[in-house]
């Protein structure tokens, strides 16, 4: 009996684990990324220093994500992420500090519950010509007090695309915690035949009762090798004086395996502090996952600012009572990606 059992329901058991797993799947991706620096805050008497860094190109990172068809269109899915130094092998936030959500995702969109992307960081990178890479990026308007990049505890929704438009929307509530704020956010994305348009708008509210508004506009398109992206990101923080303002415009053309980028920058503060910055860098790929790059970025301040230079996971500032110093660096890069 038990030998004919297996005879007769051995393939079906077999078949039936084989479906099971093709219903669902994890994957294991990263990225490590490292260059050799030349570092310069342009501060009187303090002169350049030689660095390695970790993630001038891409955050070195690991992560983990995966999907579990549940029927019906209907897909259960994650996504935790590690980012990490690879210069000292040590963690750069929290161990799943880069995203950390697990939703659903059909025909209606999706819902994300987690440690999220804010709608106004989808706008600024997709219109960044480095995508946040690289020295010079826009990631320089994100931070202490001026835009707000990654949201814990958010729940987050998106639209399906109708016609290449597409929705975000996210709350992030404060949960009574010190220095906390509660974010309302929303964006709204154009993507098509190589024209991208998108705008979002955070209302930031602090524990105070205060609020602080951010803005974001991007525009992009492609044509040949040819990309042209730029973008204005505005945070208004509660109380005059305060409003900070950058504007990005670049542009970067395929040169055989290699591509190279470049991007004009200004930055301004009220009360008269204003940078200006230059970038450029070249990527060369060595294979579809490895590739090299060197990058250089310079920024001018006036009497009245000391604003930096950012790559994706290291910036270049000039201390807090430099005023006018005139940051730059050079770096030469190896970038995995798996």
Known sequence: MTKKFWLVAGPALVAFHWSAQAQSSVTVYGVVDAAVAIEDTGEAGRGSRKVLNSGNQSSSRLGFRGTEDLGGGLKAVFNIEHGFGVDTGTADSAFWGRRSVVGLEGGFGSLMLGRELSPIAGVASASDIFGQGFFGTNLSAFGTGRLTRRLSNSVNYRTPSFGGVRASVVASPSEGAAGASKVLGLAVEYSASGLYAGGGYHDVERLTGEKDKEYA????????????KGNLLVADPAGAGNKFEQLNLGASVGLGKGRLFGNVQSNRLDGGAKGTGLAVSYAYDLS???????SYARLSNNERARFGLNSSSTNVTPASAALGADPSVMAFGLRHRF
């Open 217 to 228: 506009f991007g525009l992009g398109y492609r044509f040949g090798s040819v990309d042209l």
């Open 288 to 294: 579809k996952r490895t590739n090299v790059y060197a």
